[in-house]
């Protein structure tokens, strides 16, 4: 049985991104072996367990094909996506067992907390002289961060302090989320091993989504202050300016941030697959500023009004006052505040 877009396997249910996972299904987007298999690789929330088993099934019900986006400059041989696929996974599953293999000495084990919804990561809470000491630790203090979408980080190391460690992420009831076989391979000083151990990242892919140059989004995975105004997509940029794509760092998107002061900054958005909307009635203090700049960039005021806005939305955070672009707020001041009641001008 076949879902919605045509995939014998939900591979939607593995997009991080509500909103971009719905504009895929409206869609009927249909998915490669390698973006089903990066989706997988790439989802927040899917245990390890349950990753493995999808990709076994995308080993069974997607051909074999070689990666088609590796670019000429790239002298690497492209990947073949069932023997890189099955190396991955036998790397990973021997990174598991070497952090859960208990040692007679020369190892440490620590661990920290990670809150996913605000992308904080906490200092190593103590050293331990086993993996399983570790854990227990780790697990029965996660609690009062569950409610945050905490995670723990569990970090073996050698106690010469020489070498970094091989870690494994883990929810808050146990269960494997992520393993590092990369730490593993770099630990034993092994190229080949890290070149196979690096396939996911190696690999791009321009997804649709539904968003827009203009739109207010947010990735609720990373860090606090995330909101902004979304520019483009590495992809969009590429197309633009001509330029190639090459890998994992270029699955990103560009946005404009807003600072104390009345200014905007641009950044970097880690993973435009994880993106989620934000009307402009969720905004406050500083972020309010976000709401003229998007109306600015989809060519609904025009520079003078944006300027305008930006100003006042300073001045009212200034006032320690949360103010939000509305006809009452235009009444009440006499800076020029965009009313979205009103008819759109542009600059002439």
Same mark, same amino acid.
């Given at each position: 049985?076949?879902?919605?877009?045509?995939?014998?396997?939900?591979?939607? +249910?593995?997009?991080?991104?509500?909103?971009?996972?719905?504009?895929?299904?409206?869609? %009927?987007?249909?998915?490669? %072996?390698?973006?089903?298999?990066?989706?997988?690789?790439? =989802?927040?929330?899917?245990?390890? &367990?349950?990753?493995?088993? &999808?990709?076994?099934?995308?080993?069974?019900?997607?051909?074999?094909?070689?990666?088609?986006?590796?670019?000429? +400059?790239?002298?690497?041989?492209?990947?073949?996506?069932?023997?890189?696929?099955?190396?991955?996974?036998?790397?990973?599953?021997?990174?598991?067992?070497?952090?859960?293999?208990?040692?007679?000495?020369?190892?440490?084990?620590?661990?920290?907390?990670?809150?996913?919804?605000?992308?904080?990561?906490?200092?190593?809470?103590?050293?331990?002289?086993?993996?399983?000491?570790?854990?227990?630790?780790?697990?029965?203090?996660?609690?009062?961060?569950?409610?945050?979408?905490? @995670?723990?980080?569990?970090?073996?190391?050698?106690?010469?302090?020489?070498?970094?460690?091989?870690?494994?992420?883990?929810?808050?009831?146990?269960?494997? #989320?992520?393993?590092?076989?990369?730490?593993?391979?770099?630990?034993?000083?092994?190229?080949?091993?890290?070149?196979?151990?690096?396939?996911?990242?190696? #690999?791009?892919?321009?997804?649709?989504?539904?968003?827009?140059?203009?739109?207010?989004?947010?990735?609720?995975?990373?860090?606090?202050?995330? $909101? =902004?105004?979304?520019?483009? $997509? &590495?992809?969009?940029?590429?197309?633009?300016?001509?330029?190639?794509?090459?890998?994992? $760092?270029?699955?990103?998107?560009?946005?404009?941030?807003? $600072?104390?002061?009345?200014?905007?900054?641009?950044?970097?958005?880690?993973?435009?697959?994880?993106?989620?909307?934000? @009307?402009?009635?969720?905004?406050?203090?500083?972020?309010?500023?976000?709401?003229?700049?998007?109306?600015?960039?989809?060519?609904?005021?025009?520079?003078?009004?944006?300027?305008?806005?930006?100003?006042?939305?300073?001045? &009212?955070?200034?006032?320690?006052?949360?103010?939000?672009?509305?006809?009452?707020?235009?009444?009440?001041?006499?800076?020029?505040?965009?009313?979205?009641?009103?008819? +759109?001008?542009?600059?002439?």
């Amino acid at each position: 049985m076949t879902t919605p877009c045509g995939e014998k396997m939900d591979i939607l +249910k593995y997009v991080n991104s509500r909103a971009v996972r719905e504009h895929l299904r409206k869609t %009927g987007y249909r998915f490669s %072996g390698f973006k089903a298999a990066w989706l997988v690789w790439n =989802c927040r929330s899917a245990t390890l &367990a349950q990753k493995r088993a &999808a990709w076994e099934l995308i080993l069974g019900e997607y051909p074999d094909e070689v990666y088609p986006n590796r670019q000429p +400059k790239d002298l690497r041989p492209a990947p073949e996506l069932h023997a890189a696929l099955r190396r991955y996974m036998a790397l990973e599953e021997e990174a598991v067992r070497f952090v859960q293999r208990e040692e007679t000495g020369g190892w440490i084990w620590r661990y920290r907390f990670r809150e996913s919804a605000a992308g904080r990561q906490s200092s190593h809470g103590g050293v331990f002289a086993s993996f399983q000491a570790a854990r227990a630790s780790g697990l029965g203090l996660i609690e009062d961060l569950k409610e945050k979408g905490a @995670s723990l980080r569990l970090e073996k190391l050698p106690t010469d302090g020489r070498e970094s460690g091989v870690t494994l992420d883990l929810n808050a009831e146990g269960d494997l #989320l992520r393993a590092d076989p990369f730490g593993l391979a770099r630990l034993q000083k092994d190229p080949e091993k890290e070149e196979a151990a690096l396939f996911f990242e190696d #690999l791009w892919f321009a997804f649709p989504t539904p968003f827009q140059k203009g739109d207010l989004v947010r990735d609720p995975h990373t860090s606090v202050q995330n $909101t =902004c105004v979304l520019e483009e $997509t &590495a992809a969009e940029f590429a197309s633009r300016r001509g330029r190639p794509l090459y890998d994992g $760092t270029d699955m990103v998107a560009y946005g404009i941030f807003p $600072t104390p002061f009345g200014t905007f900054f641009r950044d970097v958005l880690p993973d435009y697959t994880s993106l989620e909307p934000v @009307s402009p009635e969720e905004l406050s203090g500083r972020d309010q500023a976000l709401i003229p700049l998007s109306r600015y960039l989809k060519g609904e005021i025009d520079l003078s009004l944006l300027v305008s806005s930006v100003r006042f939305c300073a001045l &009212a955070e200034d006032l320690r006052e949360e103010r939000r672009f509305s006809p009452e707020d235009l009444a009440l001041s006499e800076l020029p505040v965009f009313d979205p009641a009103k008819p +759109k001008r542009k600059s002439k």
